[in-house]
């Protein structure tokens, strides 16, 4: 009997080298999921595109070790820290369950909407801190919206300030995210009473500043009224989502814009042309035919949450995350993580399934590209 084992663990030695071969050829479990503490796949999504921004995580860093008054912070900051192989959200959850019931409750919420609160109260624990805040240092845009008289030209300019861009989509229309942000930039013209008596104005923004990390949020959900009763219908369209983009042609080249003469179908914003011209405060009118405006800094894809399901209610959160150093993709669904195969990346140029239900798309600008001046053309 002892021989027989003997001899069966001599056989058995070789067939297990040949099976320890294999289990190091099979790549190892992919760590860094986030457990599900029921329904919380926003909560988990919400975190890793968070933690896979390196700006953030440090100066969060900075400010979570002074944990008076600063209980998000420090469960972020714990949060980061962590070095197990599956992580937990409940700190967070605890303490956005006391900015707002429903987060510390265990029904399905928006990630868009969950990610914009926390912001906000991180913002809130900083207080007069703007210098520090890691809100405002990495997620801050400024724009400039103005409205100008198509008749006598007066011009009021607001401020916006928001920590995620809200982008529309149109119902079934493929298009690139960039194409949608040149959209947001267009001008337009809106009703407006001013006091000459003229009823329309010429609404233009502008970016002031940009920030280190672009939030974009694909409006997929549009409110929509049947047999009486609102309801959110989601839109499929496909958004294509370059790996690298520039804000030049967007905001930073609005206040040079206004509408190529060969549209001259609309008399109204040529009009606004010429009086914004006058205005001493206004840069030189010029056409929208080049990027050689500002010297800017390129922006990397770098993470994207997506949106399976039809409704907000039902739909389920799932994160893709570039690593930093491979630039391979990853997939981190609740506790799982998988490498993620882009399909056909070669041919397309595109990563096919991010694009049919990306909802949260994130860009990291690249500080260590050289500035790019004049005619960049980064694509
Ligand atoms: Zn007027």
Redesign the pocket.
């Known amino acids: 009997m002892w021989r027989g084992v003997a001899s069966e663990g001599k056989h058995m030695s070789a067939w297990e080298r040949e099976t320890a071969r294999s289990e190091r050829r099979r790549p190892a479990r992919e760590t860094g999921g986030i457990e599900n503490l029921g329904n919380s796949c926003y909560i988990a999504a919400s975190l890793q595109l968070l933690r896979s921004m390196r700006g953030f995580v440090e100066s969060v860093h900075e400010v979570s070790g002074d944990e008076d008054g600063k209980p998000l912070l420090a469960a972020l900051g714990e949060f980061f820290r962590s070095d197990a192989s599956e992580l937990s959200a409940s700190g967070v959850k605890r303490e956005m369950g006391r900015v707002r019931d429903e987060y510390g409750e265990f029904d399905q919420h928006d990630a868009m909407e969950f990610m914009t609160q926390m912001l906000d109260t991180i913002e809130r624990e900083m207080g007069d801190d703007a210098a520090h805040c890691p809100s405002r240092q990495n997620f801050a845009w400024r724009i400039e919206h103005a409205l100008s008289?198509v008749?006598?030209g007066?011009r009021s300019v607001m401020d916006e300030s928001m920590y995620m861009l809200t982008l529309q989509l149109i119902i079934d229309e493929n298009e690139s995210v960039d194409a949608l942000l040149d959209r947001y930039f267009i001008p337009e013209k809106l009703e407006r009473k001013?006091?000459?008596g003229?009823l329309f104005a010429i609404s233009t923004r502008q970016i002031v500043s940009e920030p280190k990390f672009l939030l974009l949020h694909l409006k997929r959900f549009n409110a929509v009224i049947a047999r009486g009763v609102l309801r959110l219908q989601k839109l499929t369209a496909s958004i294509r989502l370059p790996s690298k983009m520039s804000l030049m042609h967007a905001g930073s080249a609005a206040a040079e814009i206004v509408v190529p003469k060969s549209s001259g179908d609309d008399s109204d914003l040529e009009h606004a042309n010429n009086a914004s011209k006058s205005s001493p405060d206004t840069p030189g009118v010029k056409r929208h035919n080049t990027r050689s405006v500002a010297a800017t800094r390129p922006f990397d894809l770098l993470a994207v949450i997506s949106h399976h399901g039809n409704t907000v209610e039902l739909g389920h959160f799932v994160a893709h995350i570039r690593e930093r150093k491979s630039k391979a993709w990853k997939t981190y669904d609740d506790e799982r993580v998988t490498s993620y195969v882009a399909r056909d990346e070669l041919i397309f140029n595109s990563l096919q399934e991010f694009e049919r239900e990306c909802y949260v798309v994130a860009y990291e600008r690249d500080d260590n590209e050289n500035l790019r001046q004049g005619n960049a053309q980064i694509f």
Do not use: A
Request: glycine content about 0%.
């Open positions: 008289c008749s006598c007066e001013c006091s000459c003229c």
